[in-house]
């Protein structure tokens, strides 16, 4: 699979923006998603991902800096996991990642490990001002 990321902008404290990370080639209900980012300076980080738990039935995470400001979904029909942004930060500025892994069960969990990730998408650059 590859991923193609997109998105990102320049916004003012409080706005929003809606990443999407799509995948092309296998579905990607069979791949857990995460996304990640990169300040200057700083190493990369865990954001939020997505497993799998059924037709219809997802598992995510978030980092607790994250939660209740950001959503991530996927659109198994258009191959797309997309990472909702809302009431931004200036701290959330950054390089932001989607990477995904191929998971072999009918079930699987998001992981927050970028080391568990095989494949990377280029980033996309966030940048909040205040």
């Known amino acids: 699979v590859q991923l193609q990321a997109s998105g990102g902008g320049s916004v003012q404290a409080g706005e929003s923006l809606r990443l999407s990370c799509v995948a092309s080639?296998?579905?990607?209900?069979?791949?857990?998603v995460g996304w990640f980012r990169q300040a200057p300076g700083k190493e990369r980080e865990f954001v939020a991902a997505?497993?799998?738990?059924?037709?219809?039935?997802?598992?995510?995470d978030y980092t607790d800096s994250v939660k209740d400001r950001f959503t991530i979904s996927r659109d198994s029909a258009r191959n797309t996991v997309g990472l909702q942004m809302n009431s931004l930060k200036p701290e959330d500025t950054a390089v932001y990642y989607c990477?995904?892994?191929?998971?072999?069960?009918?079930?699987?969990?998001?992981?927050?490990?970028?080391?568990?990730?095989?494949?990377w998408g280029q980033g996309t650059q966030v940048t909040v001002s205040s």
């Open positions: 990477a995904a892994v191929r998971r072999h069960t009918v079930v699987f969990l998001p992981s927050r490990s970028a080391s568990e990730y095989s494949t």
């Open positions: 080639g296998r579905a990607p209900s069979s791949y857990a």
């Open positions: 997505i497993g799998w738990g059924g037709p219809n039935k997802y598992y995510t």
